[in-house]
């Protein structure tokens, strides 16, 4: 697994960790489709298809996909992975041919080995009630083999996309409340290592993504706790200009109180900005049943203090359009002009900067950008 290995550290060293523009905070309330019935009581991951959408339950429930009507939440039909175990299956997604189930939940932080099971579609019709999955083992690079606490760490993960024959990771930082971005291939043998390509300051806890495979954009479900004790539940919405992930232009989008949506777990792209989340259900001092809610962003409109070119780093060049430049000043931690702009040129050539932390000014504008190497 050496080649595996060096492929994502060198992805991550010579990527550097830049930031999209801010677009904004908003509000949206997503509608509620249905109460849910007792299959999806711990309901952690959605995909859709054709009007259905499969889910999957997390630890301490049967290795199941479970699928139900999108039009209304009924349950449909479920089928048991009779080959795999279910140790924390916390996302779903799906390529043209293939579910892909990650079984990656670390809330203890005592995991090292992670998996990915495959199963093919054309298995899920209603007249079988056992599937088989092929399993692939991976484990986190970066993760530190000892000291990690009971939801007090950094390596937990439940967030899971499938886009241009890759599985795109999304970690869930109990302590830290960012999120890092790992990439794993679709087949591999042995156990992969991983490292993360990027990572992103969230506030909160993240618990599924998605991607609109119509444009690209793709979205980070979460909650996190109020200082009221309660929790919220939110989305980002990033715009994925060129496949920056998450150095791309973003939005913060705040859904509302897990007292409406349960505890928001599962998202899905059934057509262009519009969706599905399901939450999962609560039981405290009161229980709260499990829900799926839709989703329509289509009016949605983002919020932006300003212009917003189409600027963004990658490896070691600013692309910027040359009408922005005297507005615009790279500058370093000391606040000097990192480098004078190369007139005439949509792009900026950095690889002579020296490794460090610099800033992009500009009207109502600021983005950070590391150069590692």
Known sequence: MKHALGFFYLLFSSFGLAQGLNLGTTAYSPILVANLSSP????????????????????????????????DGTHVHSWVVSNAQNLDWEALTQS??????ADVGNNMGNRT?????????????????ILLAQKQTFRFGDQPSTGLQLNAHNYDCEALFYWQD????????????WTRHYVLPLTWQDTLVAYPTDSFEVNGLITDAAIDASNSVFYLLGYKKELSGLYS???????????????????????????????????????????????EQIV??????????SFNFSSLATVSNGKNPAIYFHIH??????????????????????????????????????????FLIGPHFRRTWVKTN
């Open 317 to 358: 060049t600013l692309y910027i359009p040359q009408e922005f430049l005297s507005e615009y000043q790279l500058l370093d931690t000391s606040g000097r002009i990192a480098i004078a702009w190369q007139l005439g040129k949509n792009h900026q050539d950095l690889s002579k900067l020296t490794p460090g932390t610099y």
């Open 233 to 279: 539940s939110f989305m980002y919405r990033f715009l994925n200009q060129n496949n920056l992930f998450l150095a791309s232009d973003y939005q913060r989008i705040e859904l509302g109180s897990t007292l409406n949506l349960a505890q928001t777990e599962g998202i899905c792209v059934a057509d262009s900005a519009k969706g599905f989340i399901s939450g």
């Open 166 to 177: 890759s599985l795109h990771l999304f970690s869930k930082n109990w302590e830290n409340l």
């Open 113 to 129: 080995s992670l998996a990915i099971y495959s199963i093919p579609k054309v298995e899920l019709n209603t007249n079988n009630t």
């Open 40 to 71: 999806y009581n711990e309901t952690s991951g959605l995909v859709y298809t054709n009007d259905t959408i499969f889910s999957i339950n997390d630890s301490g429930n049967l290795p199941a996909i479970h699928a139900l009507r999108a039009s």
């Open 284 to 293: 405290s001092v009161f229980t709260i049943a499990p829900k799926l809610h």
């Open 96 to 101: 043209p041919s293939h579910l892909f189930v």
